[in-house]
């Protein structure tokens, strides 16, 4: 087994005490800057009759409200065009980001300097868990927009002195002639946009089993921990997957590193991460399932204090072999707070039924997931859409029979014509909630 590359293996390798200190010396740095000028904050704290000496430990925190992500949106409809969450002035911001707005109009988020090199050690952290090193070459397969996830790693790698190969602009031919000619080992991508890449190798025919790719980090959808799509993008790359996971309004926070694959580690050095009870947000018993909250450490320009994520996640015990002590939330993120389906007393979550769908399915074919209502019941139908015309039937039926098989539920599975399911480029969007004429 090769060595385990620390980013900082005392921060990474301290005991609970130790990182609890840790958690709470920052914690009060944070407090303090945010009582003396964020008014966003300040106007909350006050609503709810909190004094800066009310927090005297971590566990303090607690008496702190949630924030949501509503209330940074009406923040910024009622103060255009950056809200009041702004601890300093205007002109010490140097970085302009905001939220895709899939699910609303867009946040925008800024970054001071101090903030972005916070950023950047973020993704140290995350480079480093993956077992990325100053030997490799990073090539950004897109192009760089005004979402933070790629710009992040980008600012990591620069830090950590790793080669970096832009291709922003390019077609997906282009990137893969460039990845192949410079020799590129590390491509950070989208789970879907990998397999588009496939595609693409397959139609120019590039052997992407003989490039020089060894690893991908993969954001932006459940990728590497989904394991049969892992399996997939590991036999075809023959490269290793990791995932890491952000939020715009908090941070990059999880992480894989190269010894746990069926979970993320929470970077508890920069976040403190509660998990709660979603309806009383008080905290789960260990091992539950619960909604992930977030403090982020190292963002006082723009704070995000008991963020809910609205992603459901359980913590892992124990300490994860490669040393290091953050917790790991087993199997990352198991699904989106609103996106559970409750199906005749079943919990199910959509990337349960994605991963069955995932180890029958070929690179081509595609699915679709939805969840619609029936005389007041809630009801899965999937969408199958094949390449192979034989076989259809076939998996048609193993995918019904292996979902009631698992989960005890009987599904509708369908196979649709070519053609019928849309195509994504970047971000999928397989499960479609009809149940209040939503979709995810
Ligand atoms: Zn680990």
């Not at 707005?101 to 140290?124: I, M, N, Q, Y």
Request: aromatic fraction near 10%; glycine fraction near 8%; proline fraction near 4%.
């Amino acid at each position: 087994m090769a060595e385990i590359e620390y980013f900082d293996r005392e921060v990474e390798t301290a005991s609970r005490d130790e990182m609890r200190m840790l958690q709470f010396k920052k914690l009060e740095r944070l407090l303090n800057k945010v009582y003396t000028s964020n008014a966003f904050y300040l106007n909350k704290f006050r609503q709810f009759g909190i004094a800066l000496s009310d927090v005297r430990s971590l566990d303090d925190l607690r008496k702190l409200p949630f924030t949501t992500k509503r209330e940074f949106e009406e923040d910024q409809e009622k103060h255009p065009p950056f809200g009041m969450n702004l601890t300093e002035p205007l002109e010490n911001y140097v970085q302009y980001h905001q939220t895709s707005g899939t699910t609303g109009k867009p946040l925008k988020f800024l970054d001071t300097r101090e903030s972005w090199e916070w950023r950047g050690k973020v993704a140290c952290h995350i480079l480093k868990g993956a077992g990325v090193n100053r030997a490799d070459r990073i090539l950004f397969p897109f192009n760089f927009g005004p979402y933070t996830a790629f710009w992040v790693m980008y600012e990591g790698a620069y830090q950590l002195g790793i080669l970096i190969i832009p291709t922003g602009g390019w077609n997906s031919l282009q990137r893969l002639e460039c990845m192949i000619e410079n020799k590129a080992t590390v491509i950070p991508t989208t789970p879907t946009y990998a397999l588009a890449l496939v595609e693409t190798a397959r139609e120019n025919g590039i052997d992407l089993a003989s490039s020089s790719v060894r690893s991908l980090l993969l954001s932006g959808e459940p990728g590497a921990l989904i394991p049969h799509v892992r399996e997939k993008l590991q036999k075809i790359w023959k490269a290793s997957c990791f995932d890491y996971i952000g939020l715009t309004e908090v941070g990059t926070w999880g992480f894989q590193c190269t010894e746990e694959l069926d979970g993320v580690h929470i970077l508890e050095s920069e976040f403190i991460a509660e998990i709660v009870d979603s309806k009383t947000g008080r905290p789960v018993s260990e091992g539950e399932v619960g909604e992930l909250v977030l403090t982020n450490l190292g963002r006082s320009c723009m704070p995000a204090i008991r963020y809910r994520t609205g992603d459901l996640v359980k913590a892992k015990k124990g300490v994860c072999s490669c040393g290091r002590t953050f917790r790991v939330l087993e199997g990352g993120i198991l699904g989106r707070k609103d996106e559970m389906i409750i199906i005749r007393g079943v919990n199910v979550f959509p990337n349960v039924l994605a991963n069955i769908v995932e180890s029958y399915i070929q690179a081509g074919d595609d699915y679709q997931i939805e969840v619609y209502k029936e005389g007041g019941i809630d009801e899965i139908a999937i969408k199958l859409q094949m390449k192979e015309e034989e076989k259809k039937e076939m998996i048609r039926r193993a995918v019904q029979d292996e979902v009631k098989g698992k989960l005890n539920l009987r599904v509708g599975v369908e196979i649709v014509p070519r053609g019928t399911l849309p195509k994504f480029d970047y971000k999928a969007k397989r499960f479609i909630d009809r149940r209040k004429g939503r979709v995810h």
